[in-house]
């Protein structure tokens, strides 16, 4: 027997949630690069820092040599940044396009083609200078902690063995800081893909869908299944920031799109 049009439309709807949960478990795999690259800097970080505190007292002077190399480091790696950084649009970005794809086979030939010219590249161009910035201020960040901890040291007369294990812990900030950049940015430029795309073809929202494991956040733990009007994001964050879902810092909620035509 035939399918009805309302029964097509129920098949559609349940392909189109299960092709976007996948889409985002795809283009969460994205951010394994992204994060591994961004590790590399925060290592490079604890070597620069290891090598002057390896042995002995830090002295003011080795401060202020530390200092400068790591603010030279951040400067320095500016053009390999902007690199990784598309590298990683250009991974979610296909990611995201295949998965759409297949989300769209029972959409009509229509709605397959307006997602597809959706004006995504602005959406890049627009993160890319912050996600740049993210990846030069590890060092920078570093170089900074360092000159307060020396100048706290000093104005407290502290003794220089205990900066010294203050500053070496500096490798360790910098790793979980990149870790961190990573996991939000992935997530950050997958979700505004989406929306863009979203929002192109007139979707008036979407299902806010978490990871349902015991570490999503209570505040995300409430939205689960709500519906969210684009125009609306909702307060997501720990101080009251609004962001959708997937755009808020450590982030791993998705959206489950709400398509015109299809529910």
Same mark, same amino acid.
């Given at each position: 027997?035939p ?7 129920r098949? *559609? ?6 092709? @976007? ?6 283009v969460?795999?994205a ?6 690259a ?12 290891k090598?002057?505190? $390896?042995s002995?007292e830090?002295?003011l ?5 530390l ?17 990784v +950084?598309?590298?990683? &649009?250009?991974?979610?970005? @296909? ?11 029972e ?6 083609? @307006? ?21 030069? *201020?590890?060092p920078?960040e ?5 000159h @307060? ?21 500096s490798?360790h ?6 870790? +961190?950049?990573?996991?939000t940015?992935?997530?950050? +430029?997958?979700?505004?893909l ?16 978490t990871s349902?494991?015991?570490?999503v956040?209570?505040?995300h ?12 994001p909702?307060?997501? $964050? ?5 962001? &959708? ?7 791993r ?7 015109p035509?299809?529910?």
């Open positions: 027997m399918l009805t049009s309302n029964a097509k439309a098949l *559609s709807a349940a392909q189109l949630r299960r092709a @976007q949960q996948e889409r985002w478990l795809k969460r795999r951010e394994q690069q992204y994060m591994r961004l590790a590399a800097v925060a290592r490079q970080v604890g070597t620069l820092v090598g002057f505190t $390896g002995g830090l002295s002077d080795q401060a202020r040599r200092n400068a190399m790591l603010m030279e480091y951040g400067t320095t790696i500016k053009p390999w940044a902007i690199a +950084t598309k590298r990683m &649009h250009l991974e979610v970005l @296909q990611r995201d396009g295949r998965a759409w794809e297949q989300a769209a086979q959409m009509g030939r229509t709605l397959r083609r @307006q997602i597809a010219s959706a004006p995504v590249e602005s959406v890049l161009t627009a993160r890319l200078g912050d996600q740049v910035s993210l990846i030069t *201020s590890i920078i570093a170089a900074e902690r360092v @307060q901890l020396t100048v706290r040291n000093l104005i407290t007369s502290g003794r220089g063995k205990e900066i010294e294990q203050m500053v070496m812990a490798g900030v910098a790793l979980s800081r990149a870790k +961190t950049i990573a996991r940015e992935t997530a950050r +430029t997958a979700s505004l989406t929306q863009v795309r979203a929002e192109y073809v007139g979707s008036p929202g979407y299902i806010w869908r349902r494991d015991t570490d956040r209570p505040l733990k409430r939205l689960e299944g709500e519906f969210i009007e684009w125009s609306r909702p307060i997501s $964050g720990s101080n009251g920031e609004r962001a &959708h879902a997937g755009q808020i810092y450590n982030c909620c998705y959206q489950e799109v709400i398509l035509g299809v529910l």
